[in-house]
């Protein structure tokens, strides 16, 4: 369980966590620690955004067909 969301977006996107495990059930218990390295990976989370909301195109009534008549990109913040 983490204290907080780990969103890639919005911080780093590798953690190196401490890991104690700890003996209970002996009079003399023993400990151990490991580093865990955690990679956030990219998620498909974030919507598309256009440059603009509103689009105004004209288009020739005999445009052939097949004819290229615009070209729209989008971005948005994930990766890939």
Known sequence: QT????????GAC?????????????AFPRTQRA??????QDIND???VFPT???DLTVEE?????SKIMQL????????
């Open 3 to 10: 204290a907080a969301i780990l969103d890639r977006e919005q």
């Open 46 to 48: 974030n919507p598309p």
């Open 14 to 26: 590798l953690y190196l966590v401490d890991v104690y495990a700890i003996e209970k059930s002996t």
């Open 35 to 40: 580093e865990v390295e955690i990679t956030l």
């Open 62 to 66: 005999n445009i052939g067909d097949g």
């Open 73 to 80: 990109t989008a971005m948005d913040a994930d990766e890939g």
């Open 53 to 55: 909301d509103m689009l």
